[in-house]
């Protein structure tokens, strides 16, 4: 807008200068007379192309301003499609990983949840499906550092703790597992994994009615369907209360 004003004040004077020599008899020959009017008409055109080629480019800008917030308006989703892309790309990865977990293959599922997490790094259960991989890897280290990640990433996640303390069983740090395994059931009472691999910890301390105790609780919550695995929990149990 500055350009403009100059523009105009520039205009305003070359018309009191018009007006002041109008009144002015003039001394100069025709031809040169004419001259003089010729260049001053020159410089009015000139300003007024000044005006002109301002008031169209703020026009422009204005036009395009008006584009991007009405395109904005309709479609406000725009603003988030990259992170919507990263997200179901993430998605994407953390299937394939849990498919090559799933068939065995260990370090593949490593690397297909690490670079899910390249594209989404605050999933807490990506951080505890790479501890996994890691923890059938029998990499203690690893699968500790991601666990204990995905705890600070999401402190209600109870598959976390169970699997942190499955971490202290392998490094026989018994006290610590016990304590993890407690975690995951304070948040979910119903958790029958924390029950079972509480029964194996106390089993092996040699502690039977806790053992029993907590194989009985793992068979009341478990689903039917894992008919195999609860018949040799059911033996588990006989075995116990016969020792």
Do not use: W
Request: include cysteine; charged fraction near 25%; proline fraction near 2%.
């Amino acid at each position: 807008m500055s350009i403009i004003h100059k523009a105009l004040q520039k205009l305003q004077r070359e018309k009191k200068e018009n007006t002041t020599q109008q009144s002015v008899p003039f001394s100069l020959a025709p031809e040169t007379s004419s001259l003089v009017t010729s260049s001053k008409k020159l410089r009015h055109i000139k300003i007024i192309g000044i005006i002109t080629g301002s008031v169209v480019m703020v026009l422009g800008s204005f036009a395009v301003y008006v584009t991007q917030f009405q395109s904005a308006k309709k479609n406000p989703s725009a603003v988030i499609d990259t992170q919507a892309v990263q997200k179901n790309d993430s998605a994407t990865l953390s299937t394939e990983g849990i498919e090559a977990y799933k068939k065995g293959d260990f370090p593949k599922s490593v690397e297909l949840f690490q670079k899910a997490l390249e594209k989404n790094d605050t999933d807490s259960f990506l951080y505890n499906n790479i501890g996994l991989a890691y923890l059938k890897q029998n990499d203690t280290t690893n699968a500790q550092i991601h666990f204990e990640k995905a705890i600070s990433l999401n402190k209600e996640c109870f598959e976390c703790y169970n699997n942190l303390g499955l971490v202290k069983v392998k490094l026989e740090k018994f006290n610590e597992a016990h304590t993890h395994f407690n975690d995951a059931l304070k948040i979910n009472k119903n958790y029958a994994d924390a029950y079972f691999n509480q029964g194996v910890l106390f089993e092996r301390e040699e502690n039977y009615e806790e053992a029993v105790n907590n194989y009985t609780q793992f068979i009341f919550l478990s689903p039917k369907e894992h008919q195999a695995i609860l018949e040799k929990v059911n033996q588990r149990i006989e075995m116990l209360l016969n020792h």
